[in-house]
Structure formats: C-alpha cells, structure tokens
T-cell receptor, first 112, second 117 residues
Framework: GIQVEQSPPDLILQEGANSTLRCNFS?????LQWFHQNPWGQLINLFY???GTKQNGRLSATTVATERYSLLYISSSQTTDSGVYFC??????????????FGKGTKLTVNP | KAGVTQTPRYLIKTRGQQVTLSCSPI?????VSWYQQTPGQGLQFLFE???????NKGNFPGRFSGRQFSNSRSEMNVSTLELGDSALYLC????????????????FGNGTRLTVT
C-alpha cells in the first residue's frame, strides 16, 4: 500500500518562530488533507489540498502532487499550535482496504 | 452548525464483552467513516458508510462491524473484545459526490476512548 512519511517527527519551537512540516507519499493520490490533533485528542481539519497552495491565517499549505509531497507552514507560532500534525492521503487506486492513509505525525511543542 | 458528535466519550469494558459506539455526522453530510487510533499503529481506517451502505472496509477482523441509518447516523460494534482493542475510536463525516473519493474535507468527532481490561 501507499506509504506516507512525515518529517520531522518532533519539533520544539519558541513562541513566535516559524516552521515547515513535510509530508512525502509514495504513490499517486486523489487528495491530501492536513489535520491538527490537540492535546485532548480532537482532530481538526486544517486543509483539504490535493494540489496547489492554500492559506488560512498563520497557516499555509502547498501540495506538489507530481512530486508526491506536501508542506505545511506555520508562521508566528503560538502555544495553542502545540499538538500533533497529521498528513493523510487518499490513494488514487483503492483496493477497498485503504481509504485515508495517515502519516505518523509531527509532534509540535511551542514553548512560551 | 453542530460538529460530529460521538457518544460515549469514555468506555471501560472487560475482555469478551461487546461494545457499541455511536456517531452523528454534521448535518447534510452523508458519508461517515470510522478510524482507530492507537500509540503503536497510529490512525487506521475501519470502514466507510454512505447512504446506509458500507463502501469500504479496512483490514480489521469481522469482530468489527458497523451500520448507518437513514438519517446518516452511524454505529460501530466490536464483539468479543480483546485487550488490543483499547484505542481512541474516531468518527468522521464528509460531503461526498463521487462514490470512490472524499472530495471534500473530512471532519472528525472528539472520539470515544475505549479501555478493555
């Protein structure tokens, strides 16, 4: 099946710093989504981004589907940005057992 | 608009018992999916329902089952619980047009944390 690799696995920042999270995937995809899981376990959809660039406040994302990667940019980080960021892809070819395949996540800690 | 609602939030069961989890999707969303999250395996797809029909199923044993009702609400059931079934179970809903793709963002509920002792 498709492989989804996220880097870095862990990231510690000071409040106000910028960061870039990367997601590589091994095969063609229908779409790609970025999620933030807060310390209470809730998964929040940040971006639905099969290709191109989107921005939402301090966050932006870029997916280059032909090169099989996506980047999530966080600018002027805040302590509330802490949590785990997941990239998830929907394989183009589905055998039924893979719907949305998640990476292992990047754990972000933003210190005050 | 209310988000995805899952009940209960926490559940403690004993090995061998069965459990039923409930999910109400965002109003207007007809696709409901279930995912299991564990520290070791991460987030894994269980199954997806659309218009009361299971359209996709992940690699889980037959002890895991689900259904969707005419109002799009969904339930999943796990029978003969094992210790390894302890996990956070997440339900997600989306608007969907194509039968083979999430063509819109997936929105998750707060999850049900199941502990099997």
């Amino acid at each position: 099946g498709i492989q989804v690799e996220q880097s870095p696995p862990d990231l510690i920042l000071q409040e106000g710093a910028n960061s870039t999270l990367r997601c590589n995937f091994s095969d063609s995809v229908n779409n790609l989504q970025w999620f933030h899981q807060n310390p209470w376990g809730q998964l929040i959809n940040l971006f639905y981004i099969p290709s191109g660039t989107k921005q939402n406040g301090r966050l932006s994302a870029t997916t280059v589907a032909t090169e099989r990667y996506s980047l999530l940019y966080i600018s002027s980080s805040q302590t509330t940005d802490s949590g785990v960021y997941f990239c998830a892809v929907e394989p183009l070819t589905q055998g039924g057992s893979e719907k949305l395949v998640f990476g292992k996540g990047t754990k972000l800690t933003v210190n005050p | 608009k209310a988000g995805v609602t899952q009940t209960p939030r926490y559940l403690i069961k004993t090995r061998g018992q069965q459990v039923t989890l409930s999910c109400s999707p965002i109003s207007g969303h007809r696709s409901v999916s279930w995912y299991q999250q564990t520290p070791g395996q991460g987030l894994q797809f269980l199954f997806e329902y659309f218009s009361e029909t299971q359209r996709n199923k992940g690699n889980f044993p037959g002890r895991f089952s689900g259904r969707q009702f005419s109002n799009s609400r969904s339930e999943m059931n796990v029978s003969t619980l094992e210790l390894g079934d302890s996990a956070l179970y997440l339900c997600a809903s989306s608007l969907v047009g194509s039968p083979s793709s999430y063509n819109s963002p997936l929105h998750f509920g707060n999850g049900t944390r199941l502990t099997v002792t």
